[in-house]
């Protein structure tokens, strides 16, 4: 083999094993901490959540066009279900802030937390709207 074919055959293995080894060393050099992986538990949660939110409010708009649900307890219900929504868009624009909801939690008790937390905010705005 000439002095060519060596060299670039050198570079070529080398090229292939810094390709091979880049994933293995971001992975490594940039481990999710455990904060990081409760922070990513708890939007997953949160989202869940608003999914369920919207498809409440989609159930709700749709029993109120079809005329199943008189306009009062319709407008007393959607304005409930949009106070949730926004404390569940609060609470993830939180987690973006990298501020855990509960500190360490399994999957129920991060739901209680959530819910506690989305019901507490709820009835603050309702206090809030009634001294007005």
Same mark, same amino acid.
Do not use: A, N
């Given at each position: 083999m000439s002095i060519e074919g060596l060299i670039v055959s050198f570079v070529f293995v080398v090229v292939t094993a810094v390709l091979v080894a880049l994933p293995l060393l971001r992975r490594g050099g940039s481990a999710h901490t455990d904060e990081d992986t409760l922070i990513q538990k708890q939007r997953e949660r949160l989202l869940v959540y608003y999914e369920r939110v919207l498809a409440n %409010?989609? +159930? %709700? +708009?749709? +029993?109120?066009?079809?005329?199943?649900?008189?306009t009062a307890d319709y407008e007393s219900e959607r304005e409930d279900w949009v106070q949730r929504g926004i404390q569940v868009l609060k609470a993830l624009e939180q987690l973006d802030q990298h501020h855990a909801i509960v500190a360490d939690a399994d999957q129920e008790t991060l739901d209680h937390a959530i819910d506690d937390s989305i019901e507490q905010a709820v009835r603050e705005r309702r206090r809030s709207l009634a001294g007005r």
């Open positions: %409010l989609r +159930d %709700l +708009d749709e +029993d109120h066009s079809t005329g199943k649900m008189q």
